[in-house]
């Protein structure tokens, strides 16, 4: 009995394996453009690394964000940093995430009515606050904080297409009112 691949399996196996890497590293790589035209179309892209999110396809850098896109993904999942969100702005990042994920469970599920910290909730504590989806504390999307008007805001292993709105909504609110933007 023979017990090890043939040779041309092998080969094919290792085109196939290389093939799918090198789809996600340019799936990862549209998606970190994408991000920037999101924001506007001013930013750049790096090489992504192994740094303190993990390892990361690559890095995306504007004016309101930092995405790591991460090589765990098929290059559609990114741990992102958006920064210097205007108060009003993030209401309609919090309404718009919590409108997409409401619950759809059964009335005893253990989902929270308030994902996202609330304007009036960060405005009283100072801390960083996470964006939890369930009580049980093991799904935190990330965190948000205020400080001096401004918000911050992480999140974990997002979907580039959720990120992509939340900048987009970010964008629009700036442009809508230039006087607020930095």
């Given amino acids: 009995m023979n017990t090890t691949m043939p040779e041309a399996s092998s080969i094919s196996l290792h085109m196939a394996v290389e093939a799918a890497r090198a789809a996600a590293k340019a799936a990862a790589r549209t998606a970190a453009l994408t991000l920037i035209e999101a924001d506007g179309g001013r930013g ?17 850098t504007s004016q309101r964000f930092t995405a790591h896109i991460l090589s765990e993904s098929l290059g559609d999942r990114a741990h992102v940093t958006m920064t210097g969100i205007t108060p009003k702005t993030y209401e309609q990042m919090r309404t718009w995430a919590e409108n997409r994920d409401a619950c759809r469970h059964d009335l005893n599920c253990e989902c929270l009515t308030d994902p996202w910290p609330t304007l009036n909730f960060l405005s009283q504590n100072a801390e960083e606050h996470r964006i939890d989806y369930r009580a049980d504390y093991e799904d935190a999307r990330g ?3 205020l400080a001096s008007d401004r918000i911050d805001i992480t999140l974990f292993c997002e979907s580039v297409t959720v990120v992509d709105t939340l900048l987009r909504i970010a964008r629009s609110t700036s442009a ?3 006087e607020t933007s930095r």
């Fill in 143 to 145: 965190y948000v904080s």
């Fill in 44 to 60: 750049h892209v790096r090489e992504g690394s192994y740094q303190q999110h993990g390892d990361t396809w690559c890095v995306a």
């Fill in 176 to 178: 809508a009112n230039p």
